[in-house]
């Protein structure tokens, strides 16, 4: 289940590859580390982007459409009725099918800063079958388009941006008064002492080859990491107007927060 079935829950492939990218881009994080300046996601060697989608895609097949939407209070509801959807942040498109499969009345729109990312997450939608009521645009977090949205999920992606409490804002503006946030992040801990486990250990070396890095290279900077936990992330969140935020569910390897105005 670790090493053959991709499909599994603990398919753990993609976290070899990401170690191996890592280990690839060392050359550009340490004198980036020296400057502050940070490295974007461009920058790296371009197998990162299909690692990453490789890692995370397990915990989507098996948990998203049958655990997590289910958690959030009305979605599955509005989702089969016919929904409008915005997934932002989604890299080659694998969250964004995996909902486009389970909820065909509702419609799609997945967004990544990353023009790679968008063209590969268009021939995914064809092999998939989903064009029908997905497409996927480039656009980043602060200003992709759209407005009366149901529904905005950002994957593994929100900890990754420069400024994540600007993205909060116009994800706020994008939504109806009634609609939801879904904001899947690596599971964490608010304390540096209740992350020194195998998971975390995975996130932490992440985050600083990658996802602080990434933070750097965009405007502000956040930085939040990889391993920024629940209190923190409620923060931002609230920043940007969203006055209800918990913690609906969670697995070893992520935590889902449910977003409301």
Request: aromatic share 10%; proline share 6%; glycine share 10%.
């Amino acid at each position: 289940m670790v090493f053959v079935d991709p499909d599994s829950p603990v398919y753990m492939q993609g976290a070899f590859d990401i170690a191996t990218v890592m280990m690839e881009g060392h050359a550009l994080i340490e004198p980036a580390f020296r400057t502050g300046r940070g490295v974007g996601w461009a920058q790296q060697p371009q197998c990162l982007f299909c690692a990453t989608g490789r890692f995370f895609r397990p915990s989507y097949h098996n948990h998203l459409a049958g655990s997590w939407l289910p958690a959030l209070d009305g979605v599955v509801a509005k989702l089969e009725r016919g929904a409008a959807v915005a997934d932002v942040g989604c890299g080659e498109g694998f969250s964004t099918i995996i909902m486009a499969k389970a909820f065909p009345n509702a419609t799609f729109v997945g967004y990544d800063f990353y023009p790679g990312s968008v063209e590969q997450a268009r021939q995914h939608a064809e092999q998939h079958g989903v064009t029908a009521n997905t497409r996927f645009e480039v656009a980043s977090a602060s200003e992709f388009p759209g407005s009366n949205l149901d529904l905005v999920t950002f994957f593994d992606c929100l900890h990754d941006m420069g400024d994540p409490a600007g993205a909060a804002r116009h994800v706020r503006q994008a939504l109806k008064s009634d609609g939801t946030w879904m904001v899947v992040e690596p599971a964490a801990a608010d304390r540096l002492e209740d992350n020194l486990n195998p998971v975390g250990r995975l996130y932490y070396a992440a985050s600083t080859m990658i996802c602080v890095p990434a933070s750097l290279d965009q405007p502000v900077g956040a930085a939040l990491g990889a391993q920024a936990g629940f209190e923190r992330l409620r923060s931002v969140i609230g920043e940007g107007g969203f006055r209800h935020v918990q913690k609906a569910t969670e697995t070893p390897f992520n935590m889902v927060l449910e977003a409301r105005p």
